[in-house]
């Protein structure tokens, strides 16, 4: 009697977390990369979170060296990458051992077995085989010998033993592909363009890819695959996108928008040197691109350009922002129009360089010499990083003012679908570039004075150095009004301090008025947030209100100025919950500005707040409302 052929039913499900995880070698954000690509080009509505170790190369098989990749795709609108991975694909010892911690009870594991030998199992930290020893019960383990299949899927490719194994994260992409139903044809399309010229390499990498595909679909210890189908999403075109890649995409907007040069100065710096990257390529879009010797060079270097007439650009992360303070306090002086994009990371000091945090807003705000005020947008999701990044050009522009853009690490390495706009949608940034003198002498001559103001936004006039009639000179001393001659005269020390917070102040006029996500409006509790957060205060608020409980959310772009009805609606509320990935800086400004009892919920462990964390602590305020 000839055996059965082994079926598997296919399941439909309505989202799922996946977690790759393994060494910093193994490859793991490719795989996720690729995963989430795939899921792209189906049609699910995803979010990712990509958390990899500070070193360059830690030890292999060791906790400290254990990368990590998480996407969460659906077939609804999501919010975040998930609190807890439904699955979790471990490449060793140590990738299981950091990462159990998070998967959900009764959660999938597929680990490579063949990696959990005696001496990897000893550098994670297990004295016995968490394989065998039961304490994995609680979860569908799936064991697969990942490594050995792969070397032997790739054996007549002509690769060596050693250089076959490292495809093993392709056997685990295939695996997992065919599990999701994700399309084969895309990624080994993909694999030939990646590895082009490197025969060898693609033979293995694909072999590898079809090996864990075809072991899903004829190893009996699976029961079911899943299909999660495309989400309902508004028509038009769509690419995956981070943060990172969307603000250089802004930048290079925002120079088409106003008509300028791109020059960026900018020294490279973990998690910001992929703007760095981006924009290199974009030569043909105008942008010119100066990687300096350090961070004070760069940032000199982008406000020299804005002097010269054109869009001066920095990028970096807290360490390079405590570096670039004085030439930031010299633009505030100079008045000149200078984009800081600071992509925040855990600090003091060099911190840790791959973790985010939210921990610049009161360096941006106050970290400069004397009375030195500068707008601040703040970018909520990867793909609002495109929209800030405009914004903040916009009010340099205007305003004649640096201007720092806030992002994160979160934001900068993690991707959403993101809606191509069109550039024509958006209003032009109006550059007017005095052209003539400007102030006539007693002796009847013209010349011009860089300090004469517009009566409306107090922004001084901005020549282009060298046009005739209108060379002039400016510096770090104080500026004479109006003729910007240097001037150690008190009052007008006091009048230049006073216009320049003015200038700043004015702002709030030309920003659009505070939003408010009260759905039923009997809301007693208000959460308020900034930058990344959003994701997961939103999120929050859709389970509280899905358990009954009423919740007001607004969530702010524009930390300096504020929006000119923030007071007001504060006002409303009883009480106030401010999320951070700080201490409760933001909560420190509410509570001296409208002397509100904020509530600060403050993370600083490198890692996002997980929706659960927020309905938590609303739940914990509602309970409190009187």
């Not at 060791?62 to 077939?75: C, E, K, N, P, R």
């Not at 383990?141 to 250089?163: F, L, Q």
């Not at 029961?223 to 309902?232: E, G, L, M, Q, Y």
């Not at 941006?364 to 500068?374: F, K, N």
């Amino acid at each position: 009697m000839s055996a059965q052929p082994h079926t598997v039913e296919s399941q439909s499900i309505d989202r799922v977390v996946l977690r790759f995880a393994g060494d910093s070698g193994d490859g793991m954000q490719l795989t996720g990369d690729r995963f989430t690509e795939s899921s792209a080009i189906f049609g699910n509505d995803l979010a990712t979170f990509p958390n990899y170790p500070a070193e360059i190369r830690a030890p292999a098989g060791t906790l400290a060296g254990v990368s990590a990749f998480q996407v969460h795709i659906a077939d609804h609108d999501i919010l975040t990458p998930g609190d807890s991975p439904n699955v979790l694909v471990a490449m060793n010892p140590a990738a299981l051992k950091a990462n159990i911690g998070d998967v959900e009870s009764g959660g999938v594991l597929i680990v490579n077995s063949d990696a959990f030998d005696e001496r990897a199992l000893a550098k994670a930290g297990y004295a016995t085989n968490p394989l065998v020893d039961g304490s994995l019960e609680g979860y569908i383990v799936y064991e697969v010998p990942m490594t050995s299949m792969t070397i032997e899927a790739a054996k007549d490719t002509g690769a060596k033993p050693r250089d076959a194994e490292r495809s093993k994260n392709f056997f685990a992409l295939g695996l997992v592909s065919w599990m999701y139903s994700r399309p084969e044809a895309d990624t080994i399309e993909w694999i030939a363009n990646r590895y082009k010229g490197k025969d060898t390499v693609i033979a293995s990498n694909v072999k590898a890819f079809k090996a864990g595909h075809a072991f899903g679909e004829t190893a009996e210890i699976f029961s079911n695959s899943f299909v999660i189908k495309p989400a309902h999403l508004e028509p038009g075109e769509y690419t995956n996108i981070t943060g990172n890649q969307a603000t250089a995409w802004g930048v290079v907007a925002a120079g088409y928008l106003s008509g300028l040069q791109v020059f960026l100065g900018s020294y490279p710096i973990t998690p910001a040197s992929d703007i760095l990257h981006e924009l290199s390529k974009l030569r043909h879009h105008g942008v010119k691109t100066f990687q300096a010797e350090d961070e004070i060079a760069g940032i000199g270097a982008a406000l020299g350009a804005a002097y010269g007439g054109s869009l001066g650009v920095t990028t970096t992360s807290g360490p390079g922002m405590d570096l670039k303070s004085e030439t930031i306090g010299l633009a505030v002086s100079l008045e000149l129009p200078l984009l800081i994009i600071d992509v925040q990371r855990a600090g003091p000091s060099t911190g840790l360089p791959t973790k985010a945090e939210q921990s610049d807003l009161l360096t941006a705000l106050h970290g400069r010499h004397g009375e030195s005020p500068v707008p601040i947008i703040a970018a909520m999701t990867p793909g609002h990083c495109f929209e800030a990044t405009i914004e903040a050009v916009r009010i340099a522009i205007t305003y004649r003012s640096p201007v720092i853009l806030l992002t994160d690490g979160y934001l900068a390495n993690s991707s959403e679908p993101w809606k191509l706009p069109n550039i024509d949608n958006f209003k032009p940034i109006e550059v007017d570039f005095a052209t003539e003198p400007n102030h006539e002498n007693p002796d009847g001559t013209k010349n011009y004075w860089p300090y004469k103001r517009n009566a409306e936004t107090l922004a001084r006039q901005w020549a282009i150095p060298g046009s005739p009639g209108m060379e002039h000179r400016i510096g770090g001393l104080e500026k004479a009004d109006g003729s910007g001659a240097v001037s150690y005269d008190a009052k007008n020390h006091g009048l230049m301090v006073e216009l320049r917070a003015k200038k700043i102040d004015a702002i709030a006029k030309s920003i659009p008025l505070q939003e408010v996500d009260d759905q039923d409006g009997n809301a007693k509790t208000l959460v308020i947030g900034w930058g990344s957060t959003y994701g997961a205060i939103a999120a929050g608020v859709r389970r509280v209100r899905a358990g009954g409980k009423s919740v007001a959310h607004c969530h702010l772009t524009h930390m300096n100025p504020l929006p000119l009805n923030l007071g007001e609606i504060i006002s409303k509320y009883q009480k106030v919950l401010v999320p951070e990935m700080n201490t409760g800086q933001l909560s420190s400004v509410l509570r001296a500005k409208f002397l509100v009892d904020a509530k600060s919920l403050a993370k600083v462990e490198g890692i996002p707040f997980k929706a659960a964390e927020i309905e938590q602590a609303i739940l914990s305020c509602i309970k409190e409302e009187s």
